[in-house]
């Protein structure tokens, strides 16, 4: 949460267009994909840290005990912490804040979270908990050399949380209890939109609390030093949110801040409490819908969508309506879920020789998905091989049924 860009700042811390403008319908319903595996509303998976609870359309992360939120946050266990406990069982508390990033040795606080947790127990045996969030390596606590490797490691981040561990199992005989382990990343040392090297962190981060018996929250993030225009900000936090939300290691994610706070440039709402660009794709980031749809022929039958991409942060799932000879309407006739993100195509589907075949796409993720793009112009589905004299297979030409059951060559 004490974002390093400012060091000794502490963070507390579809249109659908249908063939002669008539919606298609059909007797089949579209596929359903359940994407939920994790059984938690959207909402409660991406939380966001705030001074104080306000109604709002993101869930707040409070650097307080409270009952309306999942996950209770204390430093130290007061004989408030301690009632909280016996009239709330079973919540979970996060102890302090960034121990690495105030200088706190590990060994000290292994002793500081031991005491915590037998303190809280006492009072509720049900509780559960997770140490202070870790941050990223910086160079704060490196003394007179500071910026200098290894010392940015070494007192920060995985280093810290294994120092942590260790000390603890060697002064208490047993592993600390812990039910979920916290990161903070903000990718301050990579360069301004490099994704894929905060994730290749992050996932280090993931696997090392795995390792260590329990999944992980990424405890406060966002991109604070990443200089640039709003909207390419939001196709950023986009692929963010959707690499996330992809790993079922990480269990939850706190944005850093509801508000502006601490110098924080990318906040999620305004004095006004209006919702930023980054707040708007915080609360719903799926909105995109892919452009330029196209549908595109093979012989035998075959047939594929493809189109163009307004966003690179989720997979796409496409819909094939066909129109039989002689019927006046198009009818649902499968789906195709693609891989992604940055998909462009589906698979080739075969369909009856004769048909007329058009489609649409959509993006989805594990919480829902987008508005459909408009269907694209439908052809034909036909029997033989492109001309191979004056046509070739990357530029294919269609016949008419009749053409094609005669023999005749194609227009």
């Known amino acids: 949460m004490r974002s390093v860009v400012t060091i000794r700042a502490a963070l507390l811390c579809v249109i659908t267009a249908g063939c002669a403008d008539q919606p298609p319908a059909g007797p089949k319903p579209p596929t359903r994909v359940a994407r939920d595996y994790q059984n938690v509303p959207f909402n409660e998976f991406f939380v966001a840290w705030t001074p104080a609870y306000s109604p709002r359309p993101v869930q707040p992360q409070m650097f307080t005990v409270d009952a309306r939120q999942e996950r209770q946050f204390a430093d130290i266990a007061t004989q408030s912490v301690l009632d909280f406990a016996r009239a709330n069982p079973g919540r979970l508390y996060i102890n302090g804040d960034e121990p690495d990033q105030s200088c706190l040795a590990p060994a000290d606080y292994a002793v500081h979270y031991h005491d915590f947790v037998e303190f809280v127990r006492e009072a509720d045996p049900t509780a559960r908990f997770s140490p202070a969030g870790f941050t990223e390596p910086n160079y704060y606590c490196c003394g007179p050399y500071p910026g200098e490797e290894p010392c940015n490691t070494i007192k920060h981040g995985i280093s810290y949380a294994d120092q942590f561990y260790n000390a603890y199992e060697e002064r208490y005989g047993v592993a600390p209890p812990v039910d979920e382990w916290r990161f903070h990343d903000f990718g301050l040392a990579f360069s301004v939109g490099d994704l894929n090297g905060w994730w290749a962190r992050v996932q280090k981060e993931v696997a090392w609390?795995?390792?260590?018996?329990?999944?992980?929250?990424?405890?406060?993030?966002?991109?604070?030093?990443?200089?640039?225009?709003?909207?390419?900000?939001?196709?950023?936090?986009?692929?963010?949110?959707?690499?996330?939300?992809?790993?079922?290691?990480?269990?939850?994610?706190?944005?850093?801040?509801?508000?502006?706070?601490?110098?924080?440039?990318?906040?999620?709402?305004?004095?006004?409490?209006?919702?930023?660009?980054?707040?708007?794709?915080?609360?719903?980031?799926?909105?995109?819908?892919?452009?330029?749809?196209?549908?595109?022929?093979?012989?035998?039958?075959?047939?594929?969508?493809?189109?163009?991409?307004?966003?690179?942060?989720?997979?796409?799932?496409?819909?094939?309506?066909?129109?039989?000879?002689?019927?006046?309407?198009?009818?649902?006739?499968?789906?195709?879920?693609?891989?992604?993100?940055?998909?462009?195509?589906?698979?080739?589907?075969?369909?009856?020789?004769?048909?007329?075949?058009?489609?649409?796409?959509?993006?989805?993720?594990?919480?829902?998905?987008?508005?459909?793009?408009?269907?694209?112009?439908?052809?034909?589905?036909?029997?033989?091989?492109?001309?191979?004299?004056t046509g070739s297979r990357k530029s294919p030409r269609f016949c008419s049924l009749p053409a094609a059951i005669q023999g005749q060559p194609c227009d």
């Open 209 to 389: 609390s795995v390792a260590h018996g329990a999944k992980m929250v990424l405890g406060s993030w966002g991109f604070h030093g990443w200089s640039e225009p709003a909207s390419v900000y939001q196709e950023h936090l986009k692929q963010a949110i959707g690499l996330i939300m992809s790993d079922p290691r990480i269990v939850a994610a706190s944005y850093w801040s509801y508000e502006r706070w601490m110098g924080n440039p990318h906040h999620l709402v305004d004095e006004e409490g209006r919702l930023t660009p980054e707040g708007e794709t915080y609360v719903n980031p799926l909105t995109d819908v892919p452009v330029d749809v196209t549908t595109v022929g093979f012989a035998n039958g075959r047939a594929k969508l493809q189109w163009s991409n307004t966003t690179l942060a989720w997979a796409a799932e496409a819909e094939f309506w066909v129109k039989a000879p002689g019927s006046d309407s198009f009818v649902y006739n499968n789906t195709e879920r693609v891989a992604g993100p940055g998909a462009t195509q589906t698979p080739l589907d075969v369909f009856n020789i004769g048909d007329s075949v058009q489609g649409r796409v959509r993006y989805y993720n594990r919480f829902g998905q987008a508005a459909w793009s408009s269907f694209s112009k439908a052809v034909a589905a036909t029997v033989s091989e492109p001309n191979k004299k």
